[in-house]
């Protein structure tokens, strides 16, 4: 599964991923190979990502949105 996470000035992170999580308007998810499509809006909070390597790296975010689709994973963050 790939992510790329954007922030308006630069891209955070872009690779391959075993897992995400992060912090949905609705209560936090996380997101592994082969989830369901779904776009959601984020509120502030941390976003966890496990690296394929299983390296864990947090990005805090203020808010933002998240697309999911044919494994992979596209957010957008301020």
Do not use: C, W
Not at 12 to 19: K, Q, R
Not at 66 to 77: A, D, F, H, P, Y
Request: proline share 4%; glycine share 8%.
């Amino acid at each position: 599964m790939t992510l790329e996470l954007i922030s308006p000035n630069q891209t955070l992170f872009s690779g391959e991923i075993y897992l995400v999580k992060v912090p949905g308007t609705k209560g936090s998810f996380e997101v592994l190979n082969n989830h369901v499509p779904i776009i959601s809006s984020l509120e502030a909070g941390k976003i966890k990502v496990i690296t394929k390597e299983g390296k864990e790296r947090f990005f805090d975010i203020n808010k933002g949105f998240i697309e999911v689709k044919n494994n992979k994973v596209s957010i957008l963050v301020s």
